[in-house]
């Protein structure tokens, strides 16, 4: 969405758009561990499910959702556990340049990244183990990052979700004003699919004037047999106690109680 001037037509720009968006994702995903065998299948699990080349694939797929291009990917996987990925990514769109006709003509290209690092949770002592997704979008120009929203919701089974999103930096009109803000925005949650809100309680952390947004989610509707590796018993008292765990960590993270 453009922003508008008092006449209501969009904003001419002088030059290149260099408005900088953060968009920050913590994914969280919690499953129970009621024995050291489900306590190691699921660091085998997160191995597999989460590893780098399968995290870059996904950053790549947010590349194609906000019209980027990547120009380089770096990724790592770490021992005993956890994994890091980079893509640099360009856009031309908005940049204030037209693509060279001919091949040895240089122009400027906007220069944006998303990085992502996990960080499992395998506290021996405890009967719940999780894992922490970190995704940070940053980009310049007319890429709008909010688009990806629905695919990172869609990508990951997460049952907590902090999102930021922060723009920074300012531009110009073709009068010479700073622009601090190229789109209009009232919440994060207005870039989310109503039925994935449906299954979270979200809350809103809004400073419109510093342009600093920030939604959090927790899961309300829970398969609850998702969450136990091996057969999950309803009516089984041990089973409810551990899901209440699951339950109070995913409150505790939320509202970040140390325990």
């Known amino acids: 969405m453009q922003k508008l001037d008092r006449t209501g037509s969009p904003i001419k720009l002088n030059g290149f758009n260099n408005l900088t968006k953060a968009l920050s994702f913590n994914l969280y995903d919690f499953c129970a561990a009621r024995s050291e065998s489900e306590r190691e299948s699921?660091?085998?699990?997160?191995?597999?499910?989460?590893?780098?080349?399968?995290?870059?694939d996904m950053l790549k797929g947010i590349c194609d959702i906000i019209e980027a291009s990547v120009i380089a990917v770096s990724d790592q996987d770490y021992d005993p556990w956890g994994a890091s990925s980079l893509v640099l990514l360009s856009d031309i769109k908005g940049s204030?340049?037209?693509p060279p006709a001919r091949s040895g003509t240089s122009m400027?290209?906007?220069?944006?990244?998303?990085?992502?690092h996990t960080y499992p949770d395998?506290?021996?002592?405890?009967?719940?183990?999780?894992i922490r997704i970190d995704i940070d979008i940053a980009t310049c120009g007319e890429i709008t990052p909010l688009k990806a929203l629905n695919y990172m919701l869609s990508s990951f089974y997460s049952d907590v979700v902090v999102i930021d999103y922060v723009v920074?930096?300012?531009?110009r009109d073709d009068h010479g004003r700073r622009i601090y803000m190229d789109h209009p925005l009232r919440s994060i949650q207005d870039y989310?699919?109503?039925?994935?809100?449906?299954?979270?309680h979200s809350i809103d952390l809004t400073l419109q004037s510093d342009n600093i947004w920030q939604t959090k989610m927790l899961r309300t509707k829970l398969d609850e047999s998702t969450y136990f590796l091996d057969p999950f018993h309803s009516e089984d008292p041990a089973s409810r106690a551990?899901?209440?765990?699951?339950?109070?960590?995913?409150?505790g993270v939320l509202h970040m109680w140390p325990e």
């Open 242 to 251: 551990i899901l209440e765990a699951i339950k109070k960590e995913m409150r």
């Open 96 to 98: 204030g340049v037209v």
């Open 168 to 171: 920074r930096g300012f531009t």
């Open 122 to 130: 395998f506290h021996a002592a405890g009967t719940v183990c999780s």
């Open 42 to 56: 699921y660091v085998k699990y997160v191995a597999n499910r989460y590893n780098a080349h399968k995290i870059t």
């Open 192 to 200: 989310i699919d109503p039925k994935i809100l449906a299954d979270y």
């Open 108 to 116: 400027h290209l906007d220069k944006s990244h998303i990085c992502a």
